[in-house]
């Protein structure tokens, strides 16, 4: 009876002492954002995100009862930094999923490496070819390039332009979307006369856009990051080049306005609803969604909302979702999101497939255009 008692005992002093252990285990994911340099305006949003949502998510319990470690690695847009922490993260931290990285150069440039890792990345990158070729592990949340441009040359042949210029950074970005243009421009009547690749570090492109406006293009598309959106928009007006400059879904923050100033007024490009959520229908299934983004990001932080942000949120709540329903074995995470249907995000609703990592159709895009130093719908 002694013997029983005692046994007894240690069983509950054991669980006791264990179930504290086991209630406090965490789940570790790591993020590698350009929080800092170059491409900051991507990554310092998608921090300020990922950080107030953990927050938020691990105030009301945690995922499944287990607390989000978040852990930032900031890249500062470099390649190979990206690469060193995408190995740490996996080897070392043993992170359950990567949420990043911010531009498309670094995310091409670590797909492998997670893949070989079996650990889920997804991207807050747009370059399609980070989901095509489909790899096993790696998602993304912005829209496609190749949408992008479809609606660029959509909205072209509304206008009744036919002769362009296409002019790209030297990023990863940049060249995936002047092939995407290249590629999809017959389909719609466009003739690219002039298709130039810059130095995404140059502070003065004067002599491209001059080269451009001696072809007599009838339109511009600019494909890049900072700083060169500001620049080429400036240069052209300088010049008194005037024809429309149509710049890439990757535009969606207002400081690249700012940073452009008067140059930016008149600028048109595709982008998510999040930059319009004032003027969408209630019917929209996105718009609650995108109105409490917007309110709390901008509480918190005292800043605009930017699309970039929206790519981290709808990253982190995706994974989320997937763990909730399928729990903490990876590999069940993963068919999870993979087969994810009617997922309403900031930058769209995703509907995943194996042969989609993606998610979004064309109709995530919106037409919009500078006014007054401000995004609104481009009317039609």
Request: proline share 4%; charged share 20%; aromatic share 8%.
């Amino acid at each position: 009876m002694r013997f029983l008692k005692a046994l007894l005992f240690a069983v509950m002093t054991f669980c006791l002492l264990v179930a504290p252990a086991m209630a406090a285990k965490t789940i570790k994911i790591g993020a590698i954002l350009s929080v800092t340099g170059p491409a900051s305006f991507l990554g310092a949003p998608e921090a300020n995100t990922l950080k107030m949502l953990t927050e938020e998510i691990n105030s009301k319990g945690g995922i499944n009862g287990r607390k989000i470690e978040l852990i930032i690695k900031d890249s500062g847009a470099n390649p190979g930094k990206a690469i060193s922490f995408a190995k740490q993260l996996i080897e070392e931290e043993r992170v359950f999923a990567i949420i990043g990285p911010s531009t498309s150069g670094e995310t091409l440039k670590i797909k492998s490496i997670c893949e070989k890792g079996k650990t889920i990345c997804i991207s807050c990158a747009a370059a399609e070819k980070i989901v095509n070729p489909v790899a096993k592990y790696v998602f993304k949340t912005p829209q496609k390039d190749s949408f992008a441009a479809r609606k660029i040359f959509m909205q072209m042949q509304k206008m009744g332009i036919k002769k362009i210029g296409v002019v790209v950074g030297n990023t990863g970005f940049g060249l995936a979307g002047k092939a995407q243009l290249e590629k999809i421009a017959p389909e719609y009547g466009i003739d690219i006369v002039i298709s130039e690749v810059y130095d995404k570090r140059a502070t003065d492109l004067t002599a491209l856009v001059t080269k451009l406006k001696a072809r007599g293009v009838q339109a511009v598309v600019n494909w890049s990051i900072v700083p060169a959106q500001a620049i080429i928009a400036k240069n052209m007006r300088q010049i008194g080049f005037n024809v429309p400059l149509f710049q890439s879904h990757g535009f969606g923050n207002i400081k690249y306005v700012k940073a452009a100033g008067a140059a930016a007024e008149g600028i048109i490009f595709p982008a998510g609803r999040l930059l319009v959520v004032d003027s969408l229908p209630d019917s929209d299934p996105q718009k609650p969604v995108l109105m409490k983004y917007k309110k709390d990001y901008e509480s918190r932080f005292h800043e605009e909302v930017s699309t970039f942000g929206g790519h981290a949120y709808d990253a982190l709540m995706i994974l989320v979702k997937a763990i909730k329903k399928a729990g903490f074995d990876k590999e069940k995470v993963r068919d999870a999101i993979e087969n994810l249907k009617g997922f309403v995000g900031i930058g769209g609703v995703f509907n995943f497939s194996p042969t989609d990592h993606n998610g979004l159709d064309i109709n995530s895009f919106v037409m919009l255009t500078v006014k007054n130093g401000k995004f609104t719908l481009l009317k039609q």
